[in-house]
């Protein structure tokens, strides 16, 4: 895998490359404006410009190898209520429209909960409302659907639902799935062997497809397993520990892909060298193990 981590954009989103590269991140994650607030990003054209000239030099370098967004959390595309799905609706367009104009690899995207009004009325919300955004706002950056820890009526917490939502989605392009190593294990899936990340492979390939995984957020987890939770800890740090992260994380098939770190950090602050380090440490295990 290739390992990147979120990072702020405070001071305008070019200084995302800089706080990446300190760290040595291979790809970097922004939110596309603040998220816990329903106000858009005010995106210049002077922050635009310097954002793509510093892209350019990174490219340039091959360090920084991609760019991810992350829409913000007040999303719920699919709440029952009139008025926050409308907001929803609305975030999302402007949240795809920030991470077209960085030429992002995707906008990673909760779709958050049903409250209890089910699953079904939930699909056909949820694809109306992707639809909806993928046709204010053309281009080619993805919306990955991100799996859930399992609380409560939350959208997309197996990889069964995420079919289902990207089969109700007809831009089969612009649409793809970004896994979580918590959520995923906070929802009983295990990595402790060999043979349950092939069952985990086999999984994937029988519900969204190896294809439709486009990136992964690496966490470890500070709740045990199934406990449907979503609380991040620092690799090696938590229930999942380096050992199972490992054998997920050397699997051959996933080599190529981003996974973005959103753990707390050496001082609660977000991803550092140290947590870099820890996961590239963790990748030799991993390839030790598969070899």
């Known amino acids: 895998m290739l390992f990147g981590a979120h990072v702020s954009a405070a001071g305008g989103f070019s200084n995302a490359f800089t706080r990446g590269k300190d760290i040595g991140a291979t790809s970097i994650q922004v939110f596309t404006q603040s998220p816990r607030a329903w106000k858009p990003s005010q995106l210049n054209g002077q922050d635009l410009e310097a954002f793509h000239s510093k892209m350019a030099t990174q490219s340039k370098s091959n360090q920084i190898l991609a760019l991810y967004c992350h829409a913000t959390y007040l999303i719920n595309l699919a709440s029952p209520e009139k008025d926050l799905y409308n907001n929803s609706v609305k975030c999302l367009v402007e949240n795809?429209?920030?991470?077209?104009?960085?030429?992002?690899?995707?906008?990673?995207?909760?779709?958050?909960?049903?409250?209890?009004?089910?699953l079904?009325?939930?699909?056909?919300?949820?694809?109306?409302?992707?639809?909806?955004?993928?046709?204010?706002?053309?281009g080619e950056v993805p919306i990955l659907l991100e799996n859930t820890a399992g609380a409560g009526d939350t959208v997309g917490r197996s990889l069964e639902e995420l079919a289902m939502l990207?089969?109700?989605?007809?831009?089969?392009?612009r649409t793809g799935v970004c896994i979580d190593t918590q959520h995923l294990f906070a929802s009983g899936v295990s990595f402790s062997s060999k043979e349950n990340v092939e069952s985990f492979v086999q999984s994937v390939e029988n519900t969204?497809?190896?294809?439709?995984i486009k990136c992964f957020h690496l966490n470890d987890s500070a709740v045990p397993i199934g406990s449907n939770r979503d609380r991040h800890a620092?690799?090696?740090?938590?229930?999942?520990?380096?050992?199972q992260l490992a054998h997920l994380v050397g699997y051959k098939k996933f080599s190529s892909h981003h996974a973005i770190l959103e753990v707390p950090g050496p001082h609660g602050k977000g991803p550092e060298l140290p947590d870099i380090k820890m996961a590239r440490s963790i990748a030799k295990l991993g390839e030790k193990i598969w070899s």
């Open 96 to 118: 795809l429209k920030v991470a077209n104009a960085l030429g992002a690899s995707g906008l990673i995207v909760h779709v958050g909960s049903h409250r209890g009004s089910g």
């Open 120 to 138: 079904e009325k939930a699909r056909k919300q949820i694809a109306k409302a992707l639809k909806t955004a993928f046709g204010l706002v053309p």
């Open 166 to 173: 990207l089969g109700d989605i007809s831009d089969k392009e």
């Open 208 to 212: 969204v497809g190896l294809s439709a």
């Open 234 to 243: 620092n690799l090696g740090a938590g229930e999942i520990g380096k050992l």
